[in-house]
Each structure stands twice: as structure tokens, then as C-alpha cells.
């Protein structure tokens, strides 16, 4: 994760059995998307961030892109991201405040 800059201080591991696919960042850094792949179900990505994201971060289940469950919410700072599972993935998106 040394490329995700955009991870917020007291962000949690990824859950256990999930692998970093790849880390990138829009031309002004303002987002950056963090991808990985798992064996874990798309419900058990999302409950893992649910129970393991601390004080400060506001968590919400939500629709993700596609209208299937989604995690959003903001880090102690203000900045947003989203946990959107994929099939055998998921992604995190962090934007800027």
C-alpha cells in the first residue's frame, strides 16, 4: 500500500485472504482507487470495513455503481470513500475533501 497516499491515517487492513491488485490516482490526485482481489464474499468485504474502521470514520451501507451493496463515508478529516465488492474484488475509492 506504500502507493495509496490517499489512505487516511487509522484506515484498517484489508480483510484476511484479499490481495493488492493495484493502486492509481486521477491527474490532479484528488481520487485515488485502491483494488484488490478475494475470496471472501462481497458482504463479508463490506462487514469487515464495518466492524473495523474506528472512531472518526462515518460508514453507511449504500447502492455502489452497479446497485449492488456498497459501503460510503468520510475519515476523520472529511475526506469520502467508497468500498465497492466486485465479483472475487473490490475496490476502494478515496476522494478528497
Do not use: K, N
Amino acid at each position: 500500500l506504500d502507493d495509496a497516499t490517499m489512505t487516511p491515517e487509522g484506515w484498517a487492513d484489508a480483510p484476511d485472504g484479499s490481495t493488492l491488485c493495484g493502486v492509481s490516482s486521477t491527474l490532479d490526485d484528488s481520487v485515488q482507487v485502491i483494488d484488490y482481489v478475494t475470496d471472501l464474499s462481497g458482504d463479508d468485504v463490506l462487514a469487515h470495513y464495518e466492524d473495523a474502521l474506528g472512531d472518526g470514520f462515518e460508514v453507511e451501507r449504500t447502492d455502489g455503481s452497479l446497485g449492488q451493496p456498497a459501503l460510503a463515508g468520510t475519515d476523520p478529516t472529511g475526506a469520502s470513500f467508497e468500498i465497492e465488492p466486485g465479483e472475487a474484488t473490490f475496490t476502494i475509492t478515496f476522494a478528497v475533501a
